[in-house]
């Protein structure tokens, strides 16, 4: 204690200057960011989350003795006052905060360069007062000069991270996992602050880079060769068949396929889903492949036909590869592509995730009316996000290709009394009770939205293509999910069989529906579409096969390295009997096994080395 005394004493100058950039970095959050929490140990991590940073920035000086230290306070002090501003400039703009990739994307530097006159604002020179002030101290000599000495830095480093584990350890708390899956930039600098944030960036970009550095070109030869080997050809009857329509996509929050067709206390909980498996090819053992990233790992699975990654979220680590993504592909064929989906931009980092996969409009949460009263858990409610989305349909060129993200029914899974259909269900698990009512709850409004469709004439003119994103019911709800499934236990294989999520490929009109077995994944979306319009998939590098091909084979395989096939289940070590959860020889699932973690080791290849962009362009 007494050597924090003399620390500051020695350089009050480095006091005031941390105690400034403190409170200013607070400010800004507050008024330029906008930062709103929700409880007050958001508040407290938003309040503290700067210091530690400052100590850290400032501690550089004690480095310096005598009158260069003073210069280098204030040099400190008008850098990180530049990164702040920058920060600002580019949050007026996009709404977002800067990132590395950003910063050396041009096409994004050039946007932000041209209006950088209109963002910036009379009042922004406020934020350079500590720097003048600091100044006018060394220059009217009001401040000591004192040669350096040794334990300064070190008074300082423990310090200063004594503060920074305090405000990770506290941040991991009040938000679990948010360095680890890292979903939301404008929550990370929530919670651990600006600086700290870029630092986060930094190395996650540059372990990144590494791998991406060593990868060459002749490397995309051996994936292709891979790929090709199990391109499948169409079902002639069905290629083409959505030719020049629109292609709407719908992503439903969370819903798993044991509710299709199930009851609760004698109710049908997807009335809607239901009935809409007679007219649509519906696919009872289509699995999500998803891991940490969830919904946008789902996103990715539909609009690459890769695999996301085992840990973290390809969103955000590889934001700046090459794809050949179907956006991008329909966009050159005439298609105009979008994304509604009413959250901030910058969640998933969707806002630079949707550049690279080629789509050309976002509707976030500006283009939705969002308020209290039509609002619930994590925001919008679906039954008001489909209607508005009515109108943004009607405005598009057409043909397009449009993806629909629901929210309502994301975990925990709230909803008002006046939207509950269906009553909660009696278990030991919170979760799993109030799931239903918000699946019952999303069955209706999309039902709403599909009657929307036909009065304003878009429904004949387009094909459908829903599916659940992932699971909503997690394995720590194993014992309510073992109630009402009437089992004794849910084994492993249980699990596995519980990641199936429901899948819909409605033709208007079409007559030759049925319901599909093949066992299969999100990664077959982007063939299959593909096809439905006319495109082939010749050249491109998929992992997943159109599903309506006749020479398909059932075979899907988890981003964990579990695979089904029409037979077995391999997860964790075990081989499965389909059919009833047996346990069988190894040797049963050993073949596809392999290939399991051939497809895995091969996609995971294209993505860390970023390999497409020594494809061929189309
Ligand atoms: C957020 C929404 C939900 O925008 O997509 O994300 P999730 O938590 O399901 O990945
Ligand atoms: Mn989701």
Not at 84 to 108: A, G, I, K, M
Not at 347 to 370: A, K, P
């Amino acid at each position: 204690m007494e050597k924090v005394k003399a620390l500051f004493s020695r350089s009050q100058l480095m006091l005031i200057a941390i105690v400034m950039l403190w409170f200013k970095t607070y400010i800004l959050y507050k008024v330029g960011f906008k930062i709103n929490t929700t409880n007050t140990v958001q508040e407290f991590l938003l309040f503290i989350n700067p210091l530690s940073s400052a100590m850290i920035l400032f501690g550089f000086c004690l480095f310096f003795g005598y009158k260069n230290r003073n210069t280098m306070i204030v040099v400190i002090s008008f850098l990180s006052t530049c990164v702040l501003y920058f920060n600002l400039l580019y949050y007026r703009f996009f709404s977002d905060f800067l990132t590395l990739p950003v910063l050396f994307q041009t096409s994004n530097a050039k946007d932000i360069s041209g209006s950088v006159i209109e963002l910036a604002r009379f009042v922004d020179v406020l934020l350079f007062a500590d720097v003048l002030l600091l100044t006018y101290l060394i220059l009217a000599k009001k401040v000591s000069i004192v040669p350096k000495k040794k334990w300064e830095p070190v008074v300082m480093a423990v310090l200063a991270t004594g503060i920074f584990f305090t405000n990770i350890t506290l941040a991991q708390i009040e938000r679990p996992q948010l360095l680890t899956r890292s979903f939301d930039r404008e929550m990370l600098v929530q919670y651990i602050g600006t600086f700290n944030y870029h630092v986060y960036d930094a190395v996650m970009q540059t372990s990144t880079k590494a791998q991406r550095v060593f990868a060459e070109s002749s490397d995309i030869l051996e994936v292709k060769q891979y790929t090709k080997s199990k391109e499948l050809p169409p079902d002639p009857e069905l290629f083409g068949i959505a030719e020049g329509k629109n292609v709407i996509v719908i992503s439903l929050e969370s819903l798993q396929t044991f509710v299709i067709n199930n009851t609760l206390y004698g109710e049908e909980v997807t009335p809607f889903l239901n009935r809409l498996i007679e007219d649509s090819y519906y696919f009872d053992n289509f699995y999500h492949q998803t891991a940490q990233g969830k919904t946008s790992d789902s996103e990715f699975l539909l609009d690459t036909s890769l695999f996301g990654r085992s840990s973290g979220a390809v969103f955000f680590t590889h934001s700046g590869n090459e794809y050949q993504a179907l956006p991008e592909t329909l966009g050159k064929h005439g298609y105009f592509t979008s994304v509604m989906h009413a959250n901030n931009r910058s969640f998933w980092n969707r806002d630079l995730m949707y550049n690279s996969l080629g789509y050309d409009h976002f509707y976030d949460i500006e283009y939705y009316d969002v308020h209290d009263e039509n609002s619930v858990g994590w925001g919008l409610k679906d039954y008001d996000f489909f209607e508005q989305s009515i109108d943004l349909l009607k405005n598009q060129p057409e043909p397009y290709y449009t993806k629909l993200i629901t929210l309502t029914n994301h975990f925990p899974f709230e909803l008002g009394e006046e939207d509950r259909l269906i009553p909660e269900y009696h278990s030991n698990s919170r979760t799993l009770n109030r799931y239903f009512p918000t699946v019952r709850y999303m069955d209706m409004a999309f039902e709403h939205f599909f009657d929307r469709l036909k009065e304003e004439g878009i429904y004949e003119n387009s094909i459908f293509i829903i599916y659940g994103d992932h699971y909503g019911i997690s394995e720590n709800h194993n014992r309510a999910m073992s109630m009402y499934l009437e089992k004794e236990e849910i084994t492993p294989f249980d699990t596995v069989q519980l990641q199936r999520v429901p899948l819909y490929i409605h033709i208007p009109g079409h007559r030759d529906n049925e319901v599909k077995n093949t066992v299969s994944g999100q990664i077959d979306l982007k063939p299959t579409i593909m096809h439905l319009v006319g495109l082939s998939t010749k050249n491109y590098v998929h992992f997943g096969s159109d599903l309506f091909s006749p020479n398909r084979e059932s075979f899907v395989v988890l981003r964990d390295g579990s695979h089904v096939t029409e037979y077995n289940v391999q997860t964790r070590g075990v081989c499965y009997r389909k059919r009833d959860g047996a346990e069988l020889d190894p040797l049963n699932c050993s073949r596809k096994m392999k290939e399991a973690e051939e497809h895995l080791a091969y996609s995971d290849r294209v993505v860390l080395g970023d390999l497409l962009r020594f494809a061929a362009p189309k």
